[in-house]
């Protein structure tokens, strides 16, 4: 059951979520019980940074650095993995397969034909699309087996609320759902109750803000939501001398499985995966790098065995 505190919380101190919920919660209930009923796991990824509004009439907002590169690379490989992947990600942040060419002008890519004797056609030009007949092959069979649930969010609430339901859809499943919680939350917000409804203005002076610490999620999903599942958080920091014993310091307060410890900077090369009795660092050199080797992989690879030992009762931890 949920735990009342930060679930009611999430409800009452937060802005209405702008995004639909609860079809959003029916979606993500009735894909992770079909996928568990044909004995396939469920990961439910995080991905991208969240808004955080300002004035109730949003003009101005709190953002952060994310990208959603993380989530959409590891959905990917969860994705060949076999997983069933609930896609919780920031709008218009990285999507699986379509992140490789995120940065492509498509106006630059695509040829126009105006043939006198017909309709116009509409080609694009290989050669700006790199690995594009391998990447089109792969997202249209992972469409095709419905083993991908992208679900939208843009401002903190709309996170908070449907973290909460992808917790209540993936309860059931017990260990055999994952949480990848990837994506970079704010800690603060403006409580519904204070925040001003119209755009603040300069010429009330230099602008200062009290903000609210968000309420930490993982506390009630490890204890009540989904007390049974594999749950893997990510620690960033940009000071590597503290990064460790951060990581360590979260797994004794929430008592989860995993951290994934990063530094900003470094976050696409290095990693280290931190349980309660290990550190595995895990690392893309320059070659490998260049080969198109991708730090995610090895994540995956570790998390999965890791996922597998603990279905089967056989972690130490
Ligand atoms: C991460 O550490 C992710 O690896 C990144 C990925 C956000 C760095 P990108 O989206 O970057 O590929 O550009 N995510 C968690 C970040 C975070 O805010 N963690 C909280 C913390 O460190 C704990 S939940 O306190």
Known sequence: MAEPNTAEQIRQDFAPPQVPVEDAAREMEAFARGHHSEGRRVVLITSGGTKVPLESRTVRFLDNFSSGHRGAV????????????????????????????????????????????????????QSQLPGIVQILQDYKSMKQSGRLLPIEFSTLSDYLHLLLAAAQALSPLGSSAMFYLAAAVSDFYIPASEIPEHKIQSSSGPLQITMKMVPKMLSPLVKDWAPKAFVISFKL?????????????????????????????????????????????????????????????????????????????????
């Open 74 to 125: 590891s959905a990917e490989y969860f994705l060949q993995a076999g997983y069933a992947v609930i896609f919780l990600h920031r709008h218009r942040s990285m999507f699986p397969y379509s992140r490789r060419y995120a940065a492509t002008n498509w106006l630059d890519v695509l040829q126009l034909h105006l043939p006198t004797d017909g309709s116009p056609r509409v080609e694009a030009e």
């Open 237 to 317: 920091e940009t000071d590597t001398e503290i990064l460790i014993e951060k990581a360590r310091k979260a797994l004794a307060t929430y008592r989860h499985q995993v951290v994934v410890a990063n530094i900003l900077d470094t976050r696409r090369a290095y990693v280290v995966v931190v349980t309660s009795t290990e550190e595995t660092k895990l690392s893309v050199s320059q070659e490998e790098d260049h080969s198109g080797v991708e730090i995610e992989e090895k994540i995956i690879k570790d998390l999965t065995l890791r996922h597998t030992q603990f279905i089967e009762g056989t972690e130490v931890n």
